[in-house]
Nanobody, 125 residues
Protein backbone atom coordinates (compact mmCIF):
# COMPACT_ATOMS: atom_id res chain seq x y z
CA UNK A 1 0.00 0.00 0.00
CA UNK A 2 1.24 3.47 -0.88
CA UNK A 3 1.15 6.31 1.63
CA UNK A 4 1.30 9.93 0.49
CA UNK A 5 2.56 13.13 2.11
CA UNK A 6 2.13 16.49 0.37
CA UNK A 7 4.24 19.61 0.85
CA UNK A 8 4.85 22.95 -0.79
CA UNK A 9 1.58 24.74 -0.17
CA UNK A 10 1.46 28.29 1.09
CA UNK A 11 0.47 31.85 0.37
CA UNK A 12 1.31 33.41 -2.98
CA UNK A 13 0.21 36.50 -4.85
CA UNK A 14 -1.83 36.26 -8.01
CA UNK A 15 0.42 35.63 -10.98
CA UNK A 16 2.97 33.82 -8.84
CA UNK A 17 4.08 30.21 -8.79
CA UNK A 18 4.20 27.31 -6.38
CA UNK A 19 5.53 23.79 -6.64
CA UNK A 20 3.76 21.05 -4.74
CA UNK A 21 5.45 17.78 -3.92
CA UNK A 22 3.96 14.46 -2.94
CA UNK A 23 6.29 11.94 -1.39
CA UNK A 24 5.14 8.35 -1.49
CA UNK A 25 6.19 5.40 0.58
CA UNK A 26 5.80 1.87 -0.62
CA UNK A 27 7.54 -0.32 -3.11
CA UNK A 28 4.80 -0.15 -5.73
CA UNK A 29 4.81 3.64 -6.26
CA UNK A 30 6.03 3.33 -9.83
CA UNK A 31 3.04 1.19 -10.77
CA UNK A 32 0.42 3.77 -9.68
CA UNK A 33 -1.25 6.50 -11.63
CA UNK A 34 -0.61 9.62 -9.53
CA UNK A 35 -2.32 12.95 -9.47
CA UNK A 36 -3.82 15.90 -7.72
CA UNK A 37 -7.32 17.04 -6.88
CA UNK A 38 -8.35 20.15 -5.03
CA UNK A 39 -11.23 21.40 -2.96
CA UNK A 40 -12.02 25.03 -2.34
CA UNK A 41 -14.21 26.14 0.57
CA UNK A 42 -17.84 25.52 -0.20
CA UNK A 43 -17.09 23.84 -3.52
CA UNK A 44 -16.97 20.31 -4.84
CA UNK A 45 -13.70 18.50 -5.19
CA UNK A 46 -12.11 19.13 -8.58
CA UNK A 47 -9.69 17.16 -10.71
CA UNK A 48 -6.43 19.03 -11.26
CA UNK A 49 -3.91 16.75 -12.98
CA UNK A 50 -2.74 13.16 -13.25
CA UNK A 51 0.23 11.29 -14.65
CA UNK A 52 0.60 7.70 -15.78
CA UNK A 53 2.91 5.27 -14.02
CA UNK A 54 5.64 5.81 -16.60
CA UNK A 55 5.20 9.56 -16.80
CA UNK A 56 4.49 9.22 -20.49
CA UNK A 57 0.92 10.48 -20.29
CA UNK A 58 -0.42 13.50 -18.45
CA UNK A 59 -3.93 14.78 -17.97
CA UNK A 60 -5.23 18.15 -16.80
CA UNK A 61 -8.43 19.79 -15.74
CA UNK A 62 -9.60 22.41 -18.22
CA UNK A 63 -8.81 25.44 -16.07
CA UNK A 64 -5.28 24.19 -15.37
CA UNK A 65 -4.13 23.54 -18.91
CA UNK A 66 -1.21 25.71 -19.88
CA UNK A 67 -0.58 26.84 -16.30
CA UNK A 68 0.04 23.63 -14.32
CA UNK A 69 2.54 20.88 -15.05
CA UNK A 70 2.58 17.48 -13.39
CA UNK A 71 5.67 15.32 -13.32
CA UNK A 72 7.05 12.38 -11.37
CA UNK A 73 10.37 10.93 -10.34
CA UNK A 74 9.92 7.23 -9.74
CA UNK A 75 13.48 6.91 -8.43
CA UNK A 76 12.56 9.32 -5.63
CA UNK A 77 8.95 8.17 -5.21
CA UNK A 78 7.77 11.72 -5.71
CA UNK A 79 5.21 13.46 -7.87
CA UNK A 80 5.26 17.21 -8.46
CA UNK A 81 2.76 19.85 -9.46
CA UNK A 82 4.26 23.05 -10.83
CA UNK A 83 1.65 25.79 -10.71
CA UNK A 84 2.27 29.01 -12.62
CA UNK A 85 0.17 32.10 -13.27
CA UNK A 86 -1.83 31.39 -10.15
CA UNK A 87 -5.23 33.00 -9.72
CA UNK A 88 -7.29 33.65 -6.59
CA UNK A 89 -9.70 30.96 -7.78
CA UNK A 90 -6.89 28.43 -7.47
CA UNK A 91 -7.13 28.79 -3.70
CA UNK A 92 -7.93 25.36 -2.29
CA UNK A 93 -6.65 22.40 -0.38
CA UNK A 94 -4.67 20.29 -2.83
CA UNK A 95 -4.69 16.55 -2.35
CA UNK A 96 -2.28 14.07 -3.81
CA UNK A 97 -3.85 10.78 -4.81
CA UNK A 98 -2.82 7.44 -6.23
CA UNK A 99 -4.67 4.69 -8.01
CA UNK A 100 -3.48 1.38 -9.35
CA UNK A 101 -5.72 1.62 -12.40
CA UNK A 102 -5.19 3.57 -15.58
CA UNK A 103 -6.38 7.16 -15.74
CA UNK A 104 -10.13 7.35 -16.06
CA UNK A 105 -13.38 8.61 -14.59
CA UNK A 106 -12.33 7.78 -11.04
CA UNK A 107 -10.09 10.84 -11.11
CA UNK A 108 -13.17 13.02 -11.69
CA UNK A 109 -15.39 11.21 -9.23
CA UNK A 110 -12.70 11.02 -6.55
CA UNK A 111 -13.01 7.26 -6.07
CA UNK A 112 -9.28 6.71 -5.74
CA UNK A 113 -7.38 4.20 -3.67
CA UNK A 114 -4.94 6.37 -1.75
CA UNK A 115 -5.08 9.98 -0.55
CA UNK A 116 -2.67 12.35 1.11
CA UNK A 117 -3.68 14.67 3.93
CA UNK A 118 -3.76 17.77 1.73
CA UNK A 119 -1.83 21.01 1.55
CA UNK A 120 -3.38 24.47 1.50
CA UNK A 121 -2.68 26.84 -1.35
CA UNK A 122 -3.85 30.42 -0.92
CA UNK A 123 -3.61 32.89 -3.79
CA UNK A 124 -4.12 36.52 -2.85
CA UNK A 125 -5.40 39.12 -5.28
Amino acid sequence: QVQLVESGGGLVQAGGSLRLSCAASGRTFSSYTMGWLRQAPGKHREFVAAISWSGGSTYYGDSMKGRFTISRDNAKNTVFLQMNSLKPEDTAVYYCAADSGMFGSSWYSGYLEVWGQGTLVTVSS
